[in-house]
């Protein structure tokens, strides 16, 4: 059963217990109290700047949005900046910089929105498929991606997630995660305008548009940290700076490494400023300091500027990290989902058919309040990365036992109504292995060891192991290790290459579709990483790249092989084989609404450790159930499993809509396959 809801409030009210704050906490009452004079002090004005700046009807759609999500909005305010004097002031600002947002949305967009306003769960549709890349390495630049938006339709892909495209630093940059500036298109991608033309392009065909937003922090030459450079106090203050170590090192005795092995510390000295700088990543990344609302003003800017550009989803960057508290790991705190729902409740009243997408590789206990489930649920963001499901589906298929991912996914709360998760296999980054020690215990295993076990395993060095990925930022002082590595790498398709065994390959082409099915039809918005649908390996030259730096992450964003891409046509080739199974995938959830992803989905115990079974229950298309094969070998269940489906002769959608075979009682289920499972 889901335990896992940590309160925003019950985390609150531990805060203060635990400050020496002698006046009592604020309670909930009071800041709702706060919140809701504020919008109602700011609505006068409010409605009249909207008046002046739109059409009426336009002008009264703003106003419904305003009364609908202006508390959404003021409330996370007020418990962040509401015991300041100005809290009221800068909330009448933030709905000033909406309604200017709003009168500056194109007409087309706004169509777009009032469409999603009718169909709010939009990103959540069983036609929803999502595809991730580079835009240079997949098609050298925007331009390039518009003409291979063809390519995307033949794969079912309704969902661009374009990586960071803002102008990024020179030199290392981070994968374009350290941004000069927010209101550019990197001139190596294309102009401002190809991005609209772009996006413009995939409306056209109905399909949306995903763009980074990098709100933890900018890069160290961004103008914001050039004008902090020059002196400018107002910029100083964008920024977390120390005059000495005090405070960095009473800081790091809480706060964990994310590079230890490419980046070690949490800070980093700038001689122009003649302070530390906190910077979680590399040093050219300088955190922002979002206790400061005029930061919080910056980036709403930058958000409702980026969405008037015509990008549907905003994926916010690590945003784990947004807040900083002494004594804590300055990760998953109250003000940064405080943030998250702040920013939330004003881009819907501007851009109400955006949709927010968080980064958060965090662990189980602290995933789904990204979406909103906490004690008291809140409005946060619409999509978050079911982590934990990539990285069971990745410990299942390396221990060929199902049983740990069933107990790690029975834990977590179900996504609130109208949120949903993006799964996906992998992804540009490392995978961090999120295995919790409580549910490693369970089945009487150390979740220590199992973690070292699969960083071991994904790199190749453990005997037996099918998979040629690398270990990444592997951390002797702690034993914790990621890997990086591309997927077919992962799943087996190198070392059977390599080895030229045919058996080994189908195998390994198995694995990798299995692991496509399970995310696929899982229940969300599957993202497939670029390249992954043509069986692409590593890049095993990413090191001669000088943007690489020593960060191996790029073993695993390879320049699109176009050539290798022209083998999905040829019968019998691996490329064809995989290209068409996972297209297959895509046209097989369009044919079942059950896969409409609102409504729960829950693991299920089968008779059969090897097996990974998990219902879909959508409130009004009814049941599926999934089953998955982590074994090399064929394996079946007991047909009892069926009755979760509460219909006469079910069928197997990815068997061709064919009866679901019964055999002595039991459903076989071949090796490293998969069944979804519907009423006929
Ligand atoms: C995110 O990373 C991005 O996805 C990474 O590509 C960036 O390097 C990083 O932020 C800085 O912008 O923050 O919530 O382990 O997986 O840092 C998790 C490395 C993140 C990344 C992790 C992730």
Sequence with gaps: MPTRIVGLRAANREECELSADPDPPVTERARREQATAAVAAARAEILQRAAAALPTDEADALAARLDRYGRDAALPLAWLYGDREDYQALVARLLRAVVDAAAARPHELRRLDRRREIDPEWFLRETMVGYVCYADRFAGDLDGVRERVGYLEELGVRYLHLMPLLAARDGEDDGGYAVVDFDRVDPRLGSNDDLEALAGDLHERDMALCVDLVINHTAAEHAWAERAKAGDPYYQAFYLTFPDRTLPDAYERTVPETFPDTAPGNFTWSPELSRWVWTTFYPFQWDLDHSNPEVFAALLDVMLRTANRGVDVLRLDAVRCLWKRLGTTCENLPEAHWLLQAWRGLTRIATPGVV??????????????????????????????????????????????????????????????????????????????????????????????????????????IPGSFARGAMYQDDPRTGDARTSGMAAALAGLTQAREVGDPLLLDQAVRRLLLLHAIAYGWGGLPLLWMGDEIAMGNDDAWWQDPVAGDDNRWMHRPHMDWVAAQRRHREGSVEHRVFSSIAGLAAARRRTPELHAIGPTRPVWTDNPKVLAWRREHPRFGTLLGLANVDDADQSVDAGILDVVRAWDPVDVLDDDRPVPVVDGRIPVPRLSARWVVAP
Excluded at 419 to 435: E, F, K, M, N, S
Aim: charged share 20%; aromatic share 10%.
């Design 356 to 461: 927010f997408k968080a980064e958060a590789i965090v662990g189980p206990d602290q995933l789904v309040q990204y979406l909103g489930a906490h004690d008291q649920e809140q409005p946060e963001c619409e999509l978050a990365y079911h982590n934990q499901l990539m990285v069971m589906s990745w410990s299942a298929v390396a221990s060929r036992d199902a049983r740990l991912p069933t107990v790690a996914l029975d834990r977590l709360a179900d996504p609130p109504r109208g949120t949903g998760w993006v799964t996906y296999v992998r992804c540009h980054d490392d995978i961090g292995w999120a295995v919790d020690d409580a549910d490693a215990a369970t089945l009487g295993l150390s979740g220590f060891a199992h973690r070292r076990f699969l960083a071991e395993f994904y790199a190749g060095q």
